[in-house]
């Protein structure tokens, strides 16, 4: 059993080394957060495995084993709580860059939409101006508004070609890693006590929190701010 005890020991004293050095920055980094944070699950399994019989079946000793025991799994559980929390963070980084670009990219859609709207209305008055001047034998005026609507139209064809190139804009993707899914989740954060309704005090965190994910975020209780978190699933 000591073989077994000390066989853990640096097992879980390594793998408490590299889950601390773990950044999360692009896929790649992404890709091994994950796949560490599943071995240090299996890790903490089978040293709760090894410890709980020992635990169980000694009396005297057993707040001794039990020191050993949380010496081994206590960082390590530390560390995969952190690391899935990292993974998180990161995903709910790209989710949020990823609706700006989209955002980015409908303006730019709009913006050409309007520049074309504009440019038909620039051609169309302008023509209707200058059949009107030539009608009255004004050829020269005809000739200048002619002159003006296309440099106006210059002007606006520039603006459609700056917004369409801004509408092809590449959308960033989301990272993609097996073993990872996601799932939208609402917490709340008490930020003024005096504005929360009466039925919701002494603040009953665990009520609020019910109603909140219940909602969705829908429900704002005064004085509360709902927090969407992403929540990582692994298998």
Known sequence: MNETITAIEKRAT????????IVIRDQDSLTLANVKSILIKGLIKEIDDTF????????????LTKETWDRFRVPLDGDYRRIKGDIG????????????AEHRVWQAEQE???????????AEEALKKAATAEANGQNEKAEKILNKAAAEEM???EKIEAATVAAAAPIPLRSQTVGISTREDWD??????????????AFDEVKARRVVRASKGSIQIPGVKNIKKTIVSQR
Not at 188 to 201: A, G, H, K, T, W
């Open 112 to 122: 050409r939409i309007r520049a074309e709207a504009e440019a038909r209305r620039v």
């Open 14 to 21: 390594d793998a408490h080394a590299e889950a601390t050095a």
């Open 155 to 157: 002007k606006i064809s």
């Open 188 to 201: 709340i954060e008490l930020f003024d006590i005096s504005m929360v309704p009466r039925e919701y005090l």
């Open 52 to 63: 709980k019989p020992i635990y169980d079946s000694q009396k005297a000793t057993a707040a």
């Open 89 to 100: 963070t990161f995903l709910a980084e790209q989710d949020r860059l990823k609706r700006e």
